[in-house]
């Protein structure tokens, strides 16, 4: 196809324009070759004459259905008026503000903030491939995420643009994108930290400009480091090239780094009070740009937030005050004043007081400073000259030292938030985030814009480079012949800035000459490259400068100030003084170091782009330029080492106006970004690319049904492009792609649009053919019928007149009555005819039927009995049939049981022979009972001994406290009679002596007090001497001891004797703890007696008592009934079970260290058991620590039945026997101490009275201390008690007698006990069987109801909660024994069961759903027989009769249902997290209704698909796996109204996601996706109808969707329309309807665009909305659970446990 045939009637084309750059125009009259103009019909309607020539004409425009498209390479005609008019598009009129230039995300500052940024959105873009959504900044960290967790490989954003045009803001959403998608699993918080850097580094690094409020006055690239599991571990940070004279210099309308301004704003705060600042007016350092305010700008409340962000990251105050202190020293320093002496001098008065200031803060003396800021010290090779400065000089040795300082401020500050972020562990791979500098050209362009420039030309060669291998790669990859692309290189202009002799090192070597002089440097510049390098140019005008063409644009540099830039130097005195500082942190910048200082280390090679002869001075290399062109390598090696994503931020206009379009400024800035040299490079080659599926799809139309009628879609795309397109070197076919070459993608769209453009001609010729000729029709029939009445009517004019009408008349007469006569005649004789017909027909049909009759009965007959023989002899086969199944299964049975009860034989045999080796153990045992028996007697007498010396003591001593108690009582009296005689005096005085008599009485009170608190003293004098006296009975006894263990006793006896000595001596501060130390000996001396006075008969009438009331409580015979034929062996044995129950409680008590050897042995042989025993010792240690909950008995007595429940395997009535065996237990002890107290009363009396009577002398004693005197009374009493005491302290000598009088019959016990304990073994050996096979029945009804029950296994032709229903039996029947152990063990432990196997399934949707159900009824069955009124209204009254008797449950019913609520939100998430990948494919990119949706040309930004899409989701997926959910649901038997609130969940899911994904997809917003959305909906509906959910409100929560997709097809042009938008999408936020309205997207030209009028009157309407300004739905909501009540119709006492579940144990009340 001829490039002219494109220039055809009615195709648009760009002609440049003056004010907007490029402006459209339609071609008015086809163009030939050789045509010298064009004729173009403007907008306006203006006819223009444009000159052409056949190698330039207009660019052509794209069609409008190609407009808007998120991939500028999604253009057929890519070119810079293209490009434009796309993003005006998208920005201007669609307020989108993101764009992909291929692999570029063009980002337009929209200077208004948007709510796309939400944690919504970022979950919303986690996960998505780069294509399948709206352009985005985090679809771009997306993709550098996913390659980097995916090919392990590094990766970096290059976020560039110019000042102003969102760069910060960009980056700092991209880390924010890694900060949520990757949290580390640890406290540290890293990301938070990494996300805390952004301000301090703002703050202290960014400043308004003219063009920004916001500007970044540095380069940064962060690198967010990452671990194996791809989660934030931390980060480190890189700045390039800090603007420093920013500090000490402003332009108009600019302020100085905001760090300043918010220090300012603080200053009245007390902190910082001592930095002596005001406000930002009174400082030249502040004040310069004129204006010290941002509008919307609060400089304190940021001063706060910089604060809260140096915590986080870990910074001290102490830090921060010092970073604040350089910060206010370089304030004063700018505020210092420098007079001028003379030509030559100037001055600095010391007195200056912010020089002071500036001293003070950094710890310098101000004689020095003022003198050497105004003088330099020259150092030659003879002599040391001192010259003075100007006082231009001295000001620019000031400014230069502000500005050092700045710097090593702000290198220290990045440091240390490196410090900050630095990690231990490991890095795995990092992403880079570059926030720099992007081409910058003024007026007036100086060094920083020269070093801004070139870093630019290096990124745009490393992104050229990188382009051209990308588009390499995908032909490559689609075997496309390679064809070399020329692409702009601008390695000659890099060469020119960094090579040998180039521009920097001509700046270097200038800046070491003594005299070096910017013109000097120039003149060299001007020698070197003019006329010799046509990318250095001078200006015509002017010999200050020189001009450079950059990749972007020629930029012309005023050379001042370039050495002195470049330089960077601060005079040498001045860095000596501050090398000299008191404070610290000043100091520490300006010490010497042998390295170089730079953020990048030593260790780091660098490499220019070519070979740079390095000088060796040291001077040289720390230039600024030099710095930075070392940095700058560093940082292209880094990128070159990682895969690159590229972020260009546009600004749109200069006057910060929210979405507006500057046309000129965003071409400028089009063009030095590389957007359009990547389109350059696109365009040489193959810039449309697209899939055979998609080409199928939208070109369809195009094909002959015989290149349809083919079989393989691959096939019908080559054959119909061959014809379609004669060149074949304007496409090429891929592997999965075809490409095609720039205007073929629009020649194809015209071919399309021509083709459904006569199609539609064909219709409408059709159709309204059809409705004429209907119309002709219809008036044709009209007219015959109204003529035919015409003539009708004059027809009968002519004919009628009075003779013709009685002739009529009468032979109408004559023949109505012949007519008559002959009909009559003839329907006689017709009736006679029927009449005999019906009669011989009804006689032939009854004699039929009879005979039919009467052979059917005979059949009947013969049948029945052939059926019965046939229906007996099929019974007699099944009968036989199932009697052998029955017979195996029985034998198998029997066999199995056999050899079950042989290893149970085996292992009974290896603990008998166990239990007989311990049991001689035992009596070795009772033998050292004996013994200790007789040494805890010797010990007592021994004790006697020192409590009769002890006693003796004691009476001495309280002789000596009677009589001072005596003395003390004589003062008192004395005192007292004082007083007496003191008042009588008083009261003979006069009346006006009375306030001096009151002034006596308190004087003598205060004597009396003080007497009272020296009696006081005097006591504790007299107990501090008791004290000291029981020290010296502590060493008596510990000699004594001594002794004793040397003469009687061996090691043992004495080891024993001092562990009761060192607890008498931590015992024997009080009396009253001493005698609680002789009642602790009582009680030992109890508790042996109680063991040796155990008699064998005692034991045995108890036990005999124990198990009549056990066999009282439980029904022997109804046990009987219920037993099954294998358990008629073991029935003898149930009766003496708890014989051997009750004897093993009692053996255990006596010998505990026997059974705690028999557990060692039994921990021996678990460990050789199989993996079946195993698992029983694990469920044996699982209801030992519920049984521990649950017990409050002593500690000793819950030991021993938590270590039986371990063994054992108790079932709920074995739990019951426990408790009452307990019971019993505590009545032998009882009835044993009162025993023993019989004979030990008479000890027990002195002992209680010596210790009340110590307990009302520490009460009395408190209560004088409270009133400060003691009655007559209390002394009478106290004196009465003293005299008590030594008759109380005569007991213990009575105490051998009754030693001895016990210690015989203790030995004759020890010896029955040991023949007792022979007898019990043996009764355990004979018993344990019936042990085991209870821990047996226990394991299996655990495990079958908790955990082996399968849903599937349970729902098939059962009812529905079976296993709830069992649970609340066995809750009914401790009920029913009125257990309250047994009843809270059994809740525990299934409310435990039920809680553990959903921790086993947390992902089983059938578990999860079972149980859910069961725990319901559950929950229902305790509320329906919980014997309330208001859930027994439902029952029946047998049901009634099962009510619970004698526990409240209400506690238990909220725990089961918070569980119930706990199960249901994660049965909600685990059907969320089946259905939620099938979602958007089949409810918004499936096609239900086919042909109606039309796939558009997509860009290098599109999701992979093939020919084959035969595994993408549909909206079938959809609807089968809800189905699959309700089928679950129901089969489980779960509530119907927890089916319908589940149900409305799951359709609020659908209906959330496929909105959000609407919202995110400009591609999916036209009026054909709206229908097929509408269509997927109705399904959805149609759904709820067949299941009968339409009262489950799930319809309602699609409203939003539903409201949506009418929005797509509903009229937007008119105002009624913007009004019926407003009034019926009620559903949706006003943000989500304008976005959807500024998304709206054609799929044909026949759709019309939503003109940006029409979205502002959608907008004013919808304006009094006091909705949410979220843009997306919460795909997280969960509407609240209610559990409703339903009475359970089954009647416990019918329900029948299936064979299947295993419990055959269990019997029924």
């Known amino acids: 196809m001829a490039v002219a045939e494109l220039y055809a009637q009615y195709n648009r084309v760009w002609i440049p324009d003056p004010e907007e750059v490029w402006k459209s125009a339609e071609i008015a009259k086809d163009y030939r070759v050789g045509d010298g103009v064009l004729r173009l019909l403007l907008e306006d309607g203006m006819e223009l004459d ?4 056949p190698g330039s004409l207009p660019p052509l425009r794209n069609p409008d259905i190609l407009v808007g498209e998120n991939d500028l390479t999604a253009l057929s005609y890519l070119h810079e008026p293209a490009v434009l008019h796309n993003l005006r598009i998208r920005f201007a009129e ?24 939400g944690d919504a959105i970022i979950h919303a873009y986690s996960g998505q491939n780069m294509g399948d959504m709206d352009p985005h900044i985090f679809a771009v960290a997306e993709e550098a995420y996913k390659q980097m967790a995916r090919n392990n490989r590094n990766q970096s954003i290059i976020v560039s643009g110019e000042s102003g045009a969102g760069k910060t803001v960009s980056a700092r959403y991209a880390m924010r994108y890694f900060a949520t998608v990757s949290k580390s699993s640890s406290n540290a918080h890293v990301e938070d930290k990494v996300l805390a850097s952004n301000p301090i580094t703002e703050a202290v690094g960014n400043a308004k400009t003219t063009r920004n409020d916001n500007s970044s006055r540095f380069g940064k690239y962060t690198e967010i480091s990452f671990d194996e599991r791809n989660q934030i571990i931390g980060a480190n940070m890189r700045t390039y090239l800090l603007e420093k004279s920013r500090v000490v210099f402003q332009s108009e309308n600019e302020r100085n780094y905001h760090i300043f301004y918010q220090l300012c704003a603080s200053a009245q705060q007390s902190e910082f009070k001592h930095l002596k600042l005001g406000s930002a007016e009174e400082f030249n350092y502040t004040r310069m740009g004129g204006n010290t305010v941002i509008e919307g700008v609060n400089d304190r409340a940021d001063m706060v937030e910089t604060q809260k962000t140096f915590t986080l990251l870990g910074f001290k105050e102490d830090f921060q005050m010092d970073v604040f202190k350089i910060l206010a020293a370089i304030l004063h320093l700018g505020n210092v004043q420098v007079t001028t002496m003379g030509n030559e001098r100037s001055s600095i008065s010391e007195d200056d ?10 710890g310098l003396e101000t004689s020095k400073m003022a003198q050497w800021l105004c003088n330099r010290k020259i150092v030659t090779t003879s002599e040391t000259v001192v010259k003075p400065m100007t006082r231009p000089q001295a000001i620019n040795a000031r400014d230069a030292l502000a500005k050092k300082i700045y710097a090593h401020l702000f290198d220290f500050i990045v440091e240390r938030i490196n410090q900050a972020l630095h990690f231990s562990g490991k890095q795995h791979t990092f992403i880079g985030v570059l926030d720099i500098y992007g081409f910058e050209t003024f007026d007036v362009n100086s060094f920083e814009q020269f070093c801004i420039n070139y870093a630019n030309e290096k990124l745009q060669q490393q992104f050229n480079l990188h382009v051209f291998k990308l588009e390499q790669e995908e032909y490559m990859k689609e075997d496309i012949p390679w064809t070399l692309i020329d692409f702009y290189d601008n390695q000659p202009v890099i060469d020119l800035i960094e090579a040998k002799m180039g521009i920097l090192e001509l700046l270097d070597e200038e800046c070491l000459l003594p005299h070096g002089n910017d013109e000097n440097w120039l003149q060299k510049l001007y020698n070197n490259f003019v006329n010799k390098n046509p990318l250095f140019e001078k200006p015509r005008m002017s010999n200050t400068s020189f001009i450079i063409q950059h990749f972007a644009d020629k930029v012309e540099y005023q050379c001042e100030g370039f050495l002195e830039k470049n330089r960077d130097t601060v005079y040498d005195t001045l860095v ?14 300006f010490q010497e170091s042998p390295v170089p200082s730079s953020p990048f280390g030593a260790m780091i090679t660098l490499k220019s782009a ?20 070392s940095s700058l390598c560093l940082l292209m090696e880094t990128l070159n080492a990682t895969t690159p994503h590229y972020v260009r931020c546009i600004k749109p206009n200069d006057e910060k106006l929210p979405f507006e379009f500057d046309s000129k400024r965003i071409v400028q800035q089009l063009r030095a970004c590389g957007v359009l040299e990547t389109i350059r490079i696109s365009t040489q080659s193959y810039p449309s690319r697209w899939t055979y599926l998609e080409f199928y799809s939208r070109y369809g139309i195009l094909m002959t049904q015989q290149e349809l009628s083919l079989s393989d879609k691959k096939e019908v795309c080559k054959v119909a492009l061959h014809r379609l397109i004669q060149d074949s070197n304007q496409y090429q076919f891929g592997r999965t792609k075809i490409f095609f070459r720039a205007g073929q993608v629009a020649y194809l769209e015209k071919l399309r649009l021509d083709k459904l453009r006569q199609d539609c001609i064909m219709i409408q010729k059709h159709v309204r053919g059809w409705l004429q000729r209907r119309k002709f029709l219809r008036e044709r029939q009209a007219t015959l019928t109204i003529q035919r009445y015409f003539r009708g009517q004059q027809t009968v004019r002519k004919a009628i007149t009075a003779t013709a009408l009685k002739e009529a008349w009468a032979a109408i007469v004559l023949q109505k009555h012949c007519r008559r006569y002959l009909v009559r005649n003839l329907y006689q004789l017709i009736r006679v005819a029927t009449i005999t017909i019906q009669a011989h027909t009804r006689g032939f049909l009854a004699r039929r039927r009879y005979r039919k009759l009467l052979q059917e009965h005979k059949a009947v007959i013969l049948q029945k009995y052939a059926r019965a023989w046939l229906a007996r002899r099929r019974f007699q086969n099944i009968r036989r049939f199932v009697l052998n199944i029955q017979l195996t299964y029985r034998v198998q049975r029997l066999q199995k049981k056999l050899e079950d009860q042989n290893r149970e034989n085996h292992g009974l045999v290896e603990k008998l022979t166990s239990l007989a080796s311990l049991r001689a153990g035992d009596l070795e045992k009772v033998q050292k009972l004996e013994a200790e028996l007789e040494r805890a007697a010797t010990h007592r007498h021994n004790y006697e001994e020192k409590g009769r010396r002890y006693r003796d003591s004691v009476e001495e001593r309280l002789s000596r406290l009677q009589k001072h108690n005596a003395e003390l009582q004589s003062q008192r009296e004395r005192a007292e009679r004082m007083l007496q005689d003191k008042t009588d005096e008083l009261k003979e005085k006069m009346d006006k002596l009375t306030r001096q008599l009151f002034e006596d009485v308190q004087k003598e009170e205060q004597q009396r007090l003080l007497l009272e608190k020296s009696f006081e003293m005097k006591t504790e004098a007299y107990e501090k001497q008791i004290e000291s006296l029981r020290e010296e009975i502590k060493a008596l006894k510990d000699e004594r001891t001594q002794l004793h263990r040397q003469l009687e006793e061996g090691r043992l006896t004495s080891d024993s004797l001092k562990g009761e000595v060192a607890r008498l001596s931590k015992q024997a501060k009080t009396i009253a703890e001493f005698e609680k130390e002789i009642e602790l000996l009582q009680a030992q001396k109890i508790e042996v007696e109680k063991h040796v006075q155990s008699q064998k008969r005692e034991m045995r009438e108890r036990m005999s008592e124990v198990t009549k009331q056990l066999l009282e409580s439980y029904d022997i015979e109804d046990v009987r009934s219920r037993l099954s034929v294998e358990d008629l062996e073991h029935l003898n044995e149930d009766g003496e079970l708890w014989f051997a129950y009750e004897g093993l409680k009692k053996a255990t008590r006596v010998l505990e260290s026997h059974f705690q050897s028999q557990k060692d042995c039994y921990e021996k042989e678990i460990e050789g058991l199989n993996f079946k025993v195993v698992h029983l010792s694990q469920e044996i240690n699982h209801l030992q620590k519920l049984f521990r909950e649950e017990t409050d008995i002593n500690e000793s007595i819950r030991h021993e039945v938590s270590r039986l429940t371990s063994e054992n395997m108790m079932i709920p009535d074995f739990k019951q026997q426990i408790s009452e065996l307990e019971r019993q237990k505590q009545d032998l002890e009882c009835r044993l101490k009162e025993q023993a107290e019989k004979t ?17 002398e520490g009460i009395q004693g408190k209560a004088l201390e409270a009133h400060g005197e003691m009655p007559p009374e209390g002394k009478e009493e106290l004196m009465g008690k003293i005299q008590e005491l030594p008759e109380a302290r005569e007991f213990p000598m009575k105490q051998p007698e009754a030693e001895g009088e016990v210690k015989s019959p203790l030995q004759q016990e020890a010896s029955r006990l040991s023949l007792e304990n022979r007898d019990l073994e043996e009764e355990l050996d004979m018993k344990d069987r019936m042990i085991k096979k209870l821990q047996d029945q226990v394991k299996t009804l655990t495990k079958t109801i908790e955990k082996d029950l399968k849903p599937r296994g349970v729902v098939v032709n059962m009812m529905p909660g079976l296993p709830a229903h069992i649970l609340f039996m066995c809750v009914r029947y401790a009920d029913s024994l009125n257990d309250a152990n047994m009843l809270k063990s059994l809740m525990n432990s299934a409310i435990n069961g039920i809680k553990h196997v959903v921790k086993e399934h947390l992902e089983d949707l059938e578990m999860l759903s079972f149980w859910l159900s069961n725990t319901c009824h559950f929950l229902n069955c305790l509320k329906q027989y919980s014997g309330e009124e208001e859930f027994m209204k439902y029952n029946s009254p047998q049901q009634n009769k099962n009510c619970l008797n004698n526990f409240d449950l209400t506690e238990y019913r909220q725990i089961l249902s918070d569980v119930a609520i706990r199960i249901y939100h994660r049965f909600i998430t685990v059907m969320a997290n089946n259905i939620q990948p099938i979602i958007v494919p089949g409810m918004l990119e499936y096609e239900s209704l086919q042909g109606i949706s039309g796939l558009k040309p997509t860009g290098f930004r599109k999701r992979s698909s093939s020919i084959d899409d035969t ?14 959910f309700y089928s679950t649901m129901r089969q489980n038997g779960l509530d119907p109204e927890l089916v319908r609130q589940a149900v409305k969940q799951l359709f609020y899911l659908i209906g959330a996601v496929t909105l959000n994904s609407l919202l995110l997809r400009k591609d999916m917003c036209s009026c054909r996706k709206g229908m097929q959305i509408r269509c997927n909906i109705s399904y959805l509906e149609e759904w709820l109808k067949d299941k009968n959910l339409q009262n489950s409100l799930a319809k309602e929560t699609l409203e939003p969707l539903s409201q949506a997709a009418w929005l797509l097809q509903v009229k937007k042009t008119t105002d009624s329309d913007a009004k019926e938008i407003s009034e019926c999408c009620t559903s949706l936020s006003a943000v989500q309807i304008i976005k959807i309205l500024n998304s709206y997207t054609p799929i044909d030209d026949f759709e019309k665009r939503v003109t940006p009028s029409f979205v502002r009157k959608v907008q004013a309407l919808l304006n009094n909305r006091g909705d949410s300004s979220q843009l997306m739905l919460d795909t997280k909501y969960l509407f609240q659970v209610t559990f409703p009540f339903t009475a359970s119709p089954h009647a416990l006492e019918m329900t029948q446990i299936p064979s299947s579940f295993k419990l055959g144990f269990l019997r029924r009340l």
């Open 610 to 629: 070519k070979q740079v002869i390095k000088p060796n001075s040291k001077h040289f290399r720390t230039t600024v330029g030099n710095k930075f062109r």
């Open 576 to 589: 000596e003084i501050l090398r000299a500082s008191k404070f610290h942190l000043c100091a520490a910048f």
């Open 1240 to 1256: 030990e009363g008479k000890l027990e009396e002195p002992f209680s009275h010596l210790h009340r009577v110590r307990e009302e």
């Open 353 to 362: 007081n912010h020089l002071k200031v500036f001293c003070e803060l950094l």
């Open 50 to 53: 444009y000159p052409v020539d």
């Open 94 to 117: 669609s307020k989108l503000i993101y764009t992909y230039s291929g692999i570029i995300l063009v980002a337009m500052n929209p200077y208004k903030q948007l709510p796309i940024y």
């Open 1511 to 1524: 595994d993408a989701y549909t909206m079938t997926s959809v609807l089968q796996q809800l189905s699959y």
